[in-house]
T-cell receptor, first 111, second 116 residues
Framework: TQLLEQSPQFLSIQEGENLTVYCNSS?????LQWYRQEPGEGPVLLVT?????EVKKLKRLTFQFGDARKDSSLHITAAQPGDTGLYLC???????????FGSGTKLNVKP | NAGVTQTPKFQVLKTGQSMTLQCAQD?????MYWYRQDPGMGLRLIYY???????DKGEVPNGYNVSRLNKREFSLRLESAAPSQTSVYFC???????????????FGDGTRLSIL
């Protein structure tokens, strides 16, 4: 079993719709990162959240870290085809250099 | 600025063959990592190097060895390749270890490895 469970695994929506991706664990993380990956490329960092309850916004993307630092969510408002990709969450426990990744959410936004 | 460069980009091996995946970063980062990505599994950490001269096991180290050649380079070796090691391998780097705030990782574009 993976330390971080992401849901849903796949998401296909129309342009303009809203969506939320979840990242859950029974472990407490020192921080959690969200990455986006496009086919044939490596993941690219979107955001890092550190404090329980923290909310960060990146244009139409809103990231939240759970109060207990065990879960996180990514909300996209008015999705666009350019948002299409694989979204990955990654958390680190006590050892700041060891990151555990979720299995990813593959998002397809249709025009 | 190249960032993290991985070679080769593609490789096909036969079971039992050995090979080394190369990774170099030009961002003067202290920490480097090797991951494998399999369908439905996300990325799993194989080995990491917190700083030059140190290496540690990650989640899935069996069947692999690593060498932190210098600050820039971190290689991953498969001594006797097995079909279960067919995967996409990513190298990443980050600035510093132990700052109290996790550093962002910068990834290469991966090596696609098939073992027949």
């Amino acid at each position: 079993t993976q330390l971080l469970e992401q849901s849903p695994q796949f998401l296909s929506i129309q342009e303009g719709e809203n969506l939320t991706v979840y990242c859950n664990s029974s472990s407490v993380f020192s921080s959690l990162q969200w990455y986006r990956q496009e086919p044939g490329e490596g993941p690219v960092l979107l955001v890092t959240v550190v404090t329980g309850g923290e909310v960060k916004k990146l244009k139409r993307l809103t990231f939240q870290f759970g109060d207990a630092r065990k879960d996180s969510s990514l909300h996209i408002t008015a999705a666009q085809p350019g948002d299409t990709g694989l979204y990955l969450c990654a958390g680190a426990l006590d050892d700041f250099n060891k990151f555990y990744f979720g299995s990813g959410t593959k998002l397809n936004v249709k025009p | 600025n190249a960032g993290v460069t991985q070679t080769p980009k593609f490789q096909v091996l036969k079971t039992g063959q050995s090979m080394t995946l190369q990774c170099a970063q030009d961002m003067n980062h202290n920490s480097m990592y090797w991951y494998r990505q399999d369908p439905g599994m996300g990325l799993r950490l194989i080995y990491y190097s917190a700083s030059e001269g140190t290496t540690d096991k990650g989640e899935v180290p069996n069947g692999y060895n690593v060498s932190r050649l210098n600050k820039r380079e971190f290689s991953l070796r498969l001594e006797s390749a097995a079909p279960s090691q067919t995967s996409v391998y990513f190298c990443a780097s980050s600035e510093r270890y132990g700052t109290g705030v996790n550093q962002p990782q910068h990834f290469g574009d991966g090596t696609r490895l098939s073992i027949l």
